[in-house]
């Protein structure tokens, strides 16, 4: 368990320069990220996914607990605006 603490914390600690260091590296050689799709990508995402929950503490659940408004709105824009989104085919405006 320590092992996953020891690596918790260094992925915590360096995941900007990770995400910045990625995002540079494969906008000006895009061909080093050409493998990141499918299961691949569905892999990444959770790793990534993982370690950021693992960065959680007790402290972080209590703050939770005490703001269940917050929770509720991110809830319900997730369920509402990202569908939105695709029915009304609004991202290709902004580019994605």
Do not use: E, N
């Amino acid at each position: 368990m320590s092992f996953l603490i020891a690596v918790s914390r260094i992925l915590a600690k360096f995941t900007a320069l990770f995400v910045i260091g990625t995002a540079v590296l494969a906008y000006f050689v895009p061909q080093t990220c050409t493998f990141v799709k499918g299961t691949t990508q569905i892999i990444i995402l959770g790793v990534i996914m993982l370690s950021m929950g693992m960065t959680l503490g007790r402290q972080d659940y209590k703050i939770l607990a005490q703001r269940p408004f917050d929770i509720f709105v991110g809830a319900v824009a997730q369920f509402t605006i990202m569908p939105l989104l695709a029915i009304f085919r609004i991202i290709p405006k902004f580019g994605g």
